[in-house]
């Protein structure tokens, strides 16, 4: 038993392919690791600081609004995003967050970061990341973030746009969202962690500036589409109920449950890939199937989740997200068909 | 030198560390999404090892937190942004293997099977890997077998699980 059990398991494994993405991955991710959350300033810096700290808090005149340039300004930018407009100055630097968008789940915030005149924001500082210090006080779940930078129009300028993606995790799945709350945040700098040839780590600060907005009632557009289909569907010959459906500027939200889907981890077995399963094709009025985009933050279908049906008190559920890059113009959207079933997205019946 | 580090370490432990996440949650997407969290932790936290063993057993240990961490979620969460047809090279079901029955057992069983009969520790090293007892390592242990054994009567398995 021991040969066959070490056999068969040794018959899994990355492929070349995927052990290479692999590396980019982790690559990626390291040179762009998060840094903690705390204030992270070189002594001379912080020095620096000290000494001279001054804070204004303000309206400022912005450029485009981050999103706009981050997302283009079409139809979806101007039906879901709110601008914001609020900047906070310390020692000569300005963060401004410019405009916000999202759905329930998730929600992007858009930075602009002028330096003083004369300092150059050119390619490092692209590939660095604001520190974040965030909090929804009255929320009752847990986020994952990441952070984005636009297409720099200007890398010769003192400006440059930052985008903060948040995905909310609510305790109950599908209970609350983040429109409307209260939103606490400070950014403590902008830099990033250098790892060194002999593995040591460096942190690289290239602003030790800190600017607290304080708390900000976070509110955008409301345009998505909830619906509970309660339709039958099957997904690899297991049949399934489409229970909920959303549909939003920020992507497709579905969720599958059913008996049948119990442990599905088990009888799918080495295909355990199960919220890759579920054929979710998204249509405009013109009939355009609209692709979605793999490198939105949180990866292919990311945000997604199950809870396998293990639990024997808790009914079996798949729920998939699928982001499209962009935030989607609701106007146009005409239908979306799950695992072969069509629901049209402006009346009529399935 | 960043993906140098990087390719060092999924060569030495990206197939151990899938092995370990499929052994705990039986899904491909999981057990990459265990790989690639462990495999950046090292990479944000160089270690250095008197030897290889030491190192693994580090490795190993990490990879069954990252698993713990995953698992008090009911809803785990996908974070990783890889072709996942591209990724993983699976076995194939088959009927009369024993991958897919020892995944068929509870965790706490499945786990010290693959500590024992794939990573070979033995009782103490399991117990301490997992934080658990030898005494509760070796019961797990037995009645894995048992119900392993149970589960085999009447194959050729059932004479060969070992002792």
Redesign the interface.
């Known amino acids: 038993?021991?040969d066959?059990?070490?056999s068969?398991?040794?018959?899994?494994?990355?492929?070349p392919?995927?052990?290479a993405?692999?590396?980019r991955?982790?690559?990626a991710?390291?040179?762009r690791?998060r840094r903690a959350r705390r204030p992270l300033r070189t002594a001379a810096l912080f020095a620096a600081a000290a000494c001279a700290l001054t804070l204004s808090v303000g309206a400022a005149v912005v450029r485009l609004p981050v999103l706009e340039q981050y997302f283009g300004g079409g139809a979806g930018y101007r039906q879901s995003s709110a601008l914001v407009g609020k900047a906070v100055t310390a020692n000569g630097w300005t963060m401004t967050l410019t405009d916000c968008a999202g759905d329930d789940r998730y929600l992007c915030l858009g930075f602009e970061l002028e330096a003083p005149e004369g300092t150059v924001l050119g390619p490092d500082w692209a590939a660095a990341d604001p520190d974040e210090d965030f909090d929804f006080p009255d929320s009752r779940g847990g986020y994952?973030w990441q952070w984005r930078c636009p297409e720099d129009p200007d890398p010769t300028d003192n400006r440059l746009g930052y985008v903060l993606w948040i995905e909310y995790?609510p305790r109950e799945?599908g209970t609350d969202g983040l429109n409307g709350r209260d939103m606490t945040l400070r950014i403590d700098g902008v830099g990033y962690i250098r790892?060194?040839?002999d593995?040591?780590?460096e942190d690289v600060v290239l602003c030790g500036e800190t600017w607290d907005f304080g708390t900000l009632a976070v509110a955008y557009p409301d345009r998505t589409l909830r619906l509970e289909p309660r339709l039958p569907v099957t997904i690899r010959e297991v049949p399934a109920r489409l229970t909920r459906l959303e549909v939003s500027p920020v992507g497709v939200n579905v969720w599958l449950e059913g008996e049948a889907l119990r442990n599905h981890?088990?009888f799918w077995?080495?295909?355990?890939?199960?919220?890759?399963l579920p054929e979710i094709a998204l249509y405009d009025r013109d009939g355009n199937l609209l692709e979605p985009d793999?490198?939105t933050p949180?990866?292919?279908?990311?945000?997604?989740?199950?809870?396998?049906g293990?639990?024997p008190d808790?009914p079996p559920c798949i729920?998939v997200n699928q982001s499209y890059g962009y935030l989607l113009d609701m106007d146009s959207l005409d239908r979306v068909e799950i695992c072969g079933v069509s629901i049209p997205l402006h009346g009529g019946e399935a | 030198?960043?993906?140098e580090?990087?390719?060092a370490?999924?060569?030495r432990y990206?197939?151990t560390l899938?092995?370990l996440g499929?052994?705990w949650?039986?899904?491909?997407?999981?057990?990459?999404d265990v790989?690639?969290t462990v495999?950046?932790k090292l990479?944000?936290s160089?270690r250095t090892f008197p030897d290889r063993d030491q190192e693994r057993a580090w490795v190993l240990r990490v990879g069954i937190n990252v698993c713990k961490n995953l698992r008090r979620s009911?809803?785990?969460?996908?974070?990783?942004?890889?072709?996942?047809g591209?990724?993983?090279?699976?076995?194939?079901?088959?009927e009369d293997?024993?991958?897919?029955l020892?995944?068929?057992l509870p965790l706490k069983y499945r786990r010290v099977?693959?500590l024992r009969?794939?990573e070979e520790y033995g009782v103490g090293e399991i117990a301490r890997l997992l934080g658990i007892s030898p005494a509760l390592a070796s019961t797990h242990l037995a009645r894995a077998r048992a119900r392993?054994k149970q589960m085999l009567e009447g194959s050729d398995?059932e004479r060969?699980?070992?002792e």
Do not use: K
């Open positions: 038993m021991r066959e059990y070490r068969e398991l040794e018959r899994l494994r990355w492929t392919e995927g052990r993405a692999l590396v991955s982790l690559t991710g390291a040179g690791q994952a995790m799945p790892i060194l040839p593995g040591t780590r981890h088990a077995g080495n295909y355990g890939l199960c919220i890759d793999p490198y949180f990866g292919i279908r990311g945000g997604s989740g199950c809870n396998a293990e639990d808790s729920h | 030198m960043d993906a580090r990087a390719e370490l999924a060569e990206g197939d899938l092995r499929y052994t949650f039986s899904s491909l997407a999981d057990a990459q790989c690639q495999l950046l990479l944000e160089p009911a809803w785990r969460r996908r974070t990783v942004a890889l072709d996942e591209l990724a993983v090279q699976a076995p194939q079901p088959e293997g024993i991958l897919p020892v995944q068929q099977i693959y009969y794939y392993l398995y060969r699980i070992p």
